[in-house]
């Protein structure tokens, strides 16, 4: 008999031939190694809201999960391709050059090569999300001779929507990638087919859906559908001259990221315990991007997804319920 459907905090992340999972009893990962071994392991890790009352009040905790999630993220990720087998493939085809590095600096190599790789990646971003948007505009507005001006939040908002979702098409196509959306559909299938009391076992996990409404995917294009209400809001009251300077009026916005980030997570959360009008509207752009951004997987990544999930959760459903 399927136990009661409930909604649940457990939420996760896909990792290279793995995924992580986070519920009732902490953290865990299950990796499949190159001989077919699937390794589970739990991770110590306390979220900083449940050390400090601060870091739990609403707004400021989304910001704390963000950053605590981006850099969880990078550790696992580098733990995940370390377990899989992957780095020791990628090792086995290094030319003269990378092997002399490799000698030299050994395990400090990779940690650097992600350490600017991440700076790079940040910079990058910082360019095309929040710099060429304003400078786009700025230069379309002068050929229309300024009537663009009430505008320019809302066109700086659909051109960050219309970059982002070509950026996730283009990155789809790469096969490595592809393989990630595939553990990521595995990841939000085992959790559908746990809230729905139905017990985790490949063909009932087959059957549910891989779209879901606490998804990351669907935290950043809620941010970036509210973040074109609040600049088209700050650009009424901002001067026109500050706004034609293209770098003061990026850095003007910038103080705005942690509020919109801390909205977008309260939404995300309030939209995972709630089924209504406006969850249904408000979600409807986020799980349309998770049909690029998650795959159906094959049954041997969705027995990873259970792994994952089984190593989080207690014998209690209620245990996890969002709160």
Same mark, same amino acid.
């Given at each position: 008999?399927?136990?009661?459907?409930?909604?649940? %905090?457990? =939420?996760?992340?896909?990792?290279?031939?793995?995924?992580?999972?986070?519920? &009732?009893?902490?953290?865990?990962?299950?990796?499949?190694?190159?001989?077919?071994? $699937?390794?589970?392991?739990?991770?110590?890790?306390?979220?900083?809201?449940?050390?400090?009352?601060?870091?739990?009040?609403?707004?400021?905790?989304?910001?704390? /999960?963000?950053?605590?999630?981006?850099?969880?993220?990078?550790?696992?990720?580098?733990?995940?391709?370390?377990?899989?087998?992957?780095?020791?493939?990628?090792? /086995?085809?290094?030319?003269?050059?990378?092997?002399?590095?490799?000698?030299?600096?050994?395990?400090?190599?990779?940690?650097?090569?992600?350490?600017?790789?991440?700076?790079?990646?940040?910079?990058?971003?910082?360019? $095309?999300?929040?710099?060429?948007?304003?400078?786009?505009?700025?230069?379309?507005?002068?050929?229309?001779?300024? %009537?663009?001006?009430?505008?320019?939040?809302?066109?700086?908002?659909?051109?960050?929507? @219309?970059?982002?979702?070509?950026?996730?098409?283009?990155?789809?196509?790469?096969?490595?990638?592809?393989?990630?959306?595939?553990?990521?559909?595995?990841?939000?299938?085992?959790?559908?087919?746990?809230?729905?009391?139905?017990?985790?076992?490949?063909?009932?996990?087959?059957?549910?859906?891989?779209?879901?409404?606490?998804? =990351?995917?669907?935290?950043?294009?809620?941010?970036?559908?509210?973040? $074109?209400? @609040?600049?088209?809001?700050?650009?009424? @009251?901002?001067?026109?001259?500050?706004?034609?300077?293209?770098?003061?009026?990026?850095?003007?916005?910038? &103080?705005? $990221?942690?509020?919109?980030? =801390?909205?977008?997570?309260?939404?995300?959360?309030?939209?995972?315990?709630?089924?209504?009008?406006?969850?249904?509207?408000?979600?409807? &752009?986020?799980?349309?991007?998770?049909?690029? !951004?998650?795959?159906? &997987?094959?049954?041997?990544?969705?027995?990873?997804?259970?792994?994952?999930?089984? /190593?989080?959760? !207690?014998?209690?459903?209620?245990?996890?319920?969002?709160?």
């Amino acid at each position: 008999m399927p136990k009661k459907t409930h909604k649940t %905090s457990v =939420g996760g992340q896909a990792l290279i031939e793995g995924v992580m999972m986070q519920g &009732p009893k902490g953290m865990a990962t299950a990796v499949r190694k190159t001989d077919g071994e $699937i390794i589970t392991e739990y991770h110590e890790f306390t979220p900083l809201r449940n050390k400090n009352k601060f870091f739990n009040i609403p707004i400021i905790r989304g910001v704390t /999960a963000f950053i605590e999630s981006m850099i969880n993220g990078y550790k696992l990720l580098m733990y995940s391709a370390e377990v899989s087998g992957m780095d020791e493939l990628e090792d /086995a085809e290094m030319s003269k050059f990378e092997q002399w590095l490799d000698d030299k600096l050994g395990d400090k190599l990779m940690k650097i090569i992600m350490g600017i790789a991440s700076v790079l990646g940040m910079a990058l971003a910082f360019l $095309i999300f929040f710099y060429l948007p304003v400078f786009l505009f700025n230069r379309i507005n002068k050929l229309a001779g300024g %009537s663009l001006t009430a505008w320019q939040g809302t066109f700086e908002g659909l051109l960050k929507i @219309v970059i982002f979702v070509v950026y996730m098409v283009l990155v789809s196509q790469m096969k490595d990638i592809k393989r990630v959306f595939k553990y990521h559909g595995a990841e939000h299938k085992s959790i559908c087919c746990y809230e729905q009391g139905l017990d985790l076992t490949v063909e009932n996990v087959k059957k549910c859906s891989r779209f879901h409404p606490r998804c =990351g995917t669907s935290f950043m294009f809620f941010m970036l559908i509210l973040s $074109i209400v @609040v600049v088209t809001l700050l650009s009424l @009251v901002v001067p026109a001259e500050l706004k034609a300077n293209t770098v003061l009026w990026t850095l003007i916005k910038l &103080p705005l $990221i942690p509020i919109i980030m =801390g909205i977008g997570y309260e939404f995300i959360r309030y939209a995972g315990r709630h089924d209504n009008i406006l969850v249904t509207i408000l979600s409807a &752009p986020g799980l349309w991007m998770q049909r690029i !951004t998650t795959k159906e &997987p094959e049954d041997d990544i969705i027995e990873v997804g259970i792994a994952s999930l089984k /190593a989080v959760i !207690t014998e209690n459903p209620e245990d996890d319920e969002i709160k």
